[in-house]
């Protein structure tokens, strides 16, 4: 807010705020809401400080938020794309295109795994941190982020295996990194590798009118195969995913109808008819 003294702060200079952090710094409606909130909360201590009457934060117009259904990246890809989108990656990152569409990992946790944080034997990812776009290693997103995703297919594993034999990575390697090694920078990777291979394969003009798939996209196809395919319940696929309710999972994967409950109908026809042999027997 520049030079804007506190106690001139006004709901209208948040309002500002907050649009330019979507158009001038292209940031998400998710994380421009929740610096906002942060704002909102030192604001908040202005108060019980007694500097400022009342918090601007508070009294400001509600924000809209965007349905989870128009989010630019909440949408799977089809098996034909995501293997397009494969062959179409250097040969360099090519495996980290089913390694996200099976583990769902955000990027930020991507950038910061280590050899050592794969268990190839059992197909098991471990999340323990994140990688900011700055570089910097932290905690993952939230308590829910520390988890174990045990979703790696033996393909996958064995390619995973070759690259760390070819590489020569010893367990502390980062399991992702740049062709001279260094560490997996996002914004370089969305910018170059990722946008060259959807448009070499054809991804960046979709027929049915989706917008070109960001490398969220396969988190967001990994979580839809767990529940349409897997028939994970919403609480199970949170606990993979990382999120910190199944509450979150259920708004945004509310089309889906995991396994469509059919296991209780089989059950239930099954002691319909154990029920009726009984009777028949007595």
Request: with cysteine; glycine share 8%.
């Amino acid at each position: 807010m520049g030079d804007l003294r506190l106690c001139d702060i006004r709901p209208s200079h948040l309002v500002r705020m907050h649009a330019d952090m979507l158009q001038k710094k292209g940031l998400s409606d998710s994380h421009a809401g929740k610096a906002l909130e942060q704002v909102g909360a030192c604001l908040q201590d202005a108060v019980v400080e007694g500097i400022l009457a009342s918090n601007p934060h508070a009294i400001m117009p509600r924000r809209k938020r965007r349905s989870a259904g128009t989010q630019k990246d909440q949408y799977a890809l089809t098996v034909s794309e995501l293997i397009a989108l494969e062959r179409a990656m250097d040969a360099h990152w090519a495996v980290l295109v089913p390694f996200i569409a099976e583990t769902g990992l955000r990027i930020g946790e991507v950038s910061a795994l280590t050899v050592g944080d794969v268990d190839l034997d059992n197909g098991r990812v471990s999340v323990t941190k994140s990688r900011k776009k700055t570089g910097e290693l932290g905690p993952p997103k939230s308590r829910a982020g520390y988890r174990t995703v045990p979703t790696l297919t033996s393909t996958t594993t064995e390619r995973l295996r070759m690259k760390i034999t070819d590489q020569t990575l010893t367990k502390q390697s980062p399991l992702f990194a740049g062709k001279r090694g260094g560490i997996l920078n996002q914004d370089n990777f969305r910018g170059r590798e990722w946008a060259d291979a959807v448009t070499k394969a054809g991804l960046d003009k979709l027929a049915d009118g989706r917008p070109a798939p960001t490398p969220h996209t396969l988190r967001h196809t990994a979580i839809t195969m767990w529940m349409q395919r897997a028939h994970l319940s919403p609480y199970q696929a949170a606990r993979l995913a990382g999120h910190e309710t199944s509450v979150v999972t259920e708004s945004i994967y509310s089309h889906l109808n995991p396994g469509e409950l059919g296991f209780v109908r089989d059950a239930m026809e099954g002691w319909g008819r154990a029920k009726l042999r009984a009777v028949s027997d007595d």
